[in-house]
């Protein structure tokens, strides 16, 4: 794999446990890490489409305070650039791209979300060197282990997305080499049953909450589209 190729999804990363961590603005949500992979990569529209899937699927998931929750972000960009990356290579296994995909998302998920937590355990230390400067009136001291924390933040995401997508990457490509490409057609409603459980993850969620005109205005919304298509 070409080191740009490295080079960017580790930025994404990086960027992705700096917004997890000490900003907050969401720019790091799968549906738009997926659409910024799927751009760079030249396909915007299957970026948006992996992002989309993954948003529905981590929708309910937010890291504040000490809730323990998977890495949705990370799972995503790592689902969507093996799938974006791989798909050329292996255009005769199309589907068990995809499964592959989708397994690595929700695996690099949830070893994000343990990734996360020993963070958090490890930036205490950073708290209690803080205090010490604030304690002594020293507030460039304190700036400065902000400035450290941003970027040992920046570092460690970077540096874990682009480990893990090589592993997983080379895990993908030598199970798609070991597969017969014949093998394909028994995967090909993986999609159609993606998009069905994540329509029930949606229509449960309106239903939890009692929002009934928000999911009937919704799915009217979406027969238009699907007619007009």
């Not at 900003?23 to 751009?39: H, K, R, T, V, Y």
């Not at 949705?72 to 199309?94: C, E, M, R, V």
Request: with cysteine.
């Amino acid at each position: 794999m070409p080191p740009s190729e490295l080079i960017i999804i580790a930025v994404l990363g990086g960027i992705i446990a700096l917004d997890k961590s000490s900003f907050m603005m969401f720019i790091s949500e799968p549906l738009i890490i997926c659409a910024a992979a799927g751009a760079y990569i030249g396909e915007l529209e299957q970026g948006v489409m992996i992002g989309m899937l993954w948003q529905i699927v981590w929708m309910g998931e937010l890291p504040i305070g000490a809730v323990k929750v998977p890495d949705g972000s990370t799972g995503a960009l790592l689902s969507a650039w093996i799938y974006l990356n791989l798909n050329d290579k292996f255009p005769q296994q199309h589907n068990i791209l995809l499964s592959l995909s989708i397994l690595a998302g929700i695996l690099g998920a949830y070893f994000g979300g343990g990734f996360i937590r020993d963070k958090r355990r490890f930036h205490s230390h950073y708290m209690s060197i803080a205090d010490g400067f604030a304690m002594g009136s020293r507030p460039k001291g304190v700036e400065s282990v902000y400035m450290i924390g941003v970027m040992e933040q920046f570092a460690f995401g970077a540096v874990f997305t682009c480990l893990v997508y090589v592993i997983f990457s080379f895990l993908a490509s030598w199970t798609l080499s070991l597969i017969p490409f014949f093998w394909d057609g028994l995967f090909k409603y993986v999609l159609t049953g993606s998009w069905g459980l994540l329509a029930a993850i949606l229509v449960n969620q309106f239903l939890h909450r009692k929002t009934y005109a928000a999911m009937l205005l919704g799915i009217a919304a979406g027969v238009i589209f699907m007619v007009l298509l």
